[in-house]
């Protein structure tokens, strides 16, 4: 099932149950991917791999607005926040634990012979791809810089 059937199946029982958390939510998905379909060379469709770097990209956004109303006591405006994060958060994949991404990152780092700060990029190319989806870009820069400054 693609991820718009998934959120309009949500979207019917969000409205059914009132939920307007929910719905706020999926009411965002479903435009980011509509807007997705509809920009030049989609061709109207968008692959898996788009939607979950759309959620990935609706995820931080709403992380950073979230950063800024709690800075500003906006304890209103950082809830609702949260509770769309919640809900984009269910659509994707499951994001790994600290320590599995540092697991996976290590053997990235052996494999690509990595030995110093300076070949980060070296390995940031790599993790990027491999990881996609399941840990953020800057989670994963930090790993990085960590495992490498040893």
């Known amino acids: ?73 906006r304890a209103d405006l950082a809830q609702k926040e949260e509770e769309e994060i919640r809900v984009i958060e269910k659509f994707l994949p499951k994001q790994l634990s600290p320590e599995e991404l540092k697991a996976a990152l290590q053997q990235i780092i052996s494999e690509t012979g990595a030995a110093s700060p300076a070949d980060m990029g070296k390995v940031m190319g790599v993790a990027t791809k491999q990881l996609a989806g399941k840990a953020d870009g800057k989670s994963i820069s930090a790993a990085v810089k960590e495992l490498l400054s040893k």
Do not use: C, F, H
């Open 1 to 73: 099932m693609s991820l718009e059937l998934q959120v309009m199946a949500e979207m019917k029982e969000a409205m059914k149950a009132k939920d307007e958390a929910t719905l706020r939510g999926l009411r965002a998905i479903k435009a980011e991917i509509i807007k997705a379909k509809t920009e030049p060379g989609a061709g109207g469709d968008v692959s898996a791999e788009k939607e979950v770097s759309l959620l990935q990209k609706m995820v931080k956004q709403r992380r950073d607005s979230l950063d800024i109303y709690q800075q500003q006591n």
